[in-house]
């Protein structure tokens, strides 16, 4: 299978770190009762990033899921109480009270998302109990964005493969193997926060191009998501949408053909 048919068989959603859409954007979303809801005329998928911050209701996470189409997919942060402050120790209470409210959105929940403070070295006692307890109450998608060099050794690699977690393809980048995916191959899973300036910059048109090589040429009829985490200037939006075209393109290279 060559690289364009394989990123047309897999299902590639591409999104934004939330659904705040700027004026400057305003005019290429279609109309919706909410925010959210116009969000979704553009993308088929939002990593939930406030869930990291503060605590939600079930009832607004169904109402978030009752306001995106079908097919419209969220996956959601794992709070900071349980990543930054416990860091992974004695999570189980803390655990159920998020599982419980982020099931709200049923079965257009693909999956958490657990990002790690940068000094929390990979342990591997630590990291198998808080895996087994999260497995014992979520068996959907999982991804982790370890941000400490230790996490990236094989030992660490084959534990996440184990519990069938994925590892975030993250720009800025620790090293070479953090920037693609790793871990678990069921869920591939791209964050980028912006470079230069993580959370401010917008990205060059070269370094779009290369994200879309990278997934045409891992797709291989999994999912894989494509996150832009670079919000605070209001680039997220932009940098998605040119993502969303340069992959068209290379679909219609394989129509063409």
Same mark, same amino acid.
């Given at each position: 299978?060559?690289?364009?048919?394989?990123?047309?068989?897999?299902?590639v959603?591409?999104?934004?770190?939330?659904?705040?859409?700027?004026a400057t954007?305003r005019?290429a979303?279609?109309?919706?009762?909410?925010?959210l809801?116009?969000?979704?005329?553009?993308f088929?998928?939002v990593?939930?990033?406030s869930?990291?911050?503060? #605590?939600h209701?079930?009832?607004?996470?169904?109402r978030?899921?009752?306001?995106?189409?079908?097919?419209?997919?969220?996956?959601?942060?794992?709070?900071?109480s349980?990543s930054?402050?416990a860091?992974?120790?004695?999570?189980?209470?803390?655990?159920?009270?998020?599982?419980?409210?982020v099931?709200?959105l049923?079965?257009k929940?693909?999956?958490?998302?657990?990002q790690?403070p940068?000094?929390?070295?990979f342990?591997?006692?630590?990291?198998?109990?808080?895996?087994?307890?999260?497995?014992?109450?979520?068996?959907?998608?999982?991804?982790?964005? #370890?941000?400490?060099?230790s996490w990236?050794?094989?030992a660490?690699t084959q534990l996440?493969?184990k519990?069938a977690?994925?590892r975030?393809?993250?720009?800025?980048?620790?090293s070479?193997?953090?920037?693609?995916?790793?871990?678990d191959?069921?869920?591939?899973y791209?964050?980028?926060h912006?470079?230069?300036?993580m959370?401010?910059?917008?990205?060059?048109?070269?370094?779009?191009?290369?994200?879309?090589?990278?997934?045409?040429?891992?797709a291989?009829g999994g999912?894989?998501?494509a996150?832009?985490d670079?919000?605070?200037?209001?680039?997220?939006?932009?940098d998605?949408?040119?993502?969303?075209?340069?992959?068209?393109?290379h679909?219609?290279?394989?129509?063409?053909?």
């Amino acid at each position: 299978m060559n690289e364009s048919s394989s990123v047309q068989a897999a299902r590639v959603r591409i999104g934004c770190a939330g659904w705040s859409i700027s004026a400057t954007h305003r005019d290429a979303f279609g109309a919706g009762d909410s925010m959210l809801a116009r969000y979704a005329t553009v993308f088929d998928a939002v990593e939930i990033n406030s869930s990291f911050y503060r #605590p939600h209701q079930r009832k607004t996470y169904e109402r978030w899921a009752a306001s995106v189409p079908a097919d419209f997919r969220f996956s959601a942060k794992l709070p900071k109480s349980i990543s930054h402050e416990a860091r992974l120790h004695r999570a189980g209470p803390l655990l159920e009270p998020f599982i419980e409210e982020v099931s709200g959105l049923g079965a257009k929940l693909s999956g958490l998302l657990l990002q790690l403070p940068p000094s929390l070295a990979f342990d591997a006692r630590t990291a198998a109990t808080f895996f087994r307890l999260l497995r014992a109450r979520w068996n959907g998608g999982c991804v982790c964005e #370890p941000r400490h060099a230790s996490w990236f050794a094989p030992a660490a690699t084959q534990l996440l493969r184990k519990h069938a977690i994925g590892r975030v393809g993250a720009d800025p980048a620790l090293s070479e193997d953090a920037r693609v995916p790793g871990g678990d191959g069921s869920w591939r899973y791209w964050r980028w926060h912006g470079s230069p300036r993580m959370y401010y910059s917008a990205y060059t048109p070269s370094a779009l191009a290369e994200l879309a090589g990278q997934i045409a040429t891992t797709a291989d009829g999994g999912e894989t998501w494509a996150i832009f985490d670079n919000t605070a200037a209001g680039h997220a939006i932009g940098d998605a949408r040119s993502l969303q075209s340069l992959l068209a393109a290379h679909r219609g290279r394989v129509v063409a053909t």
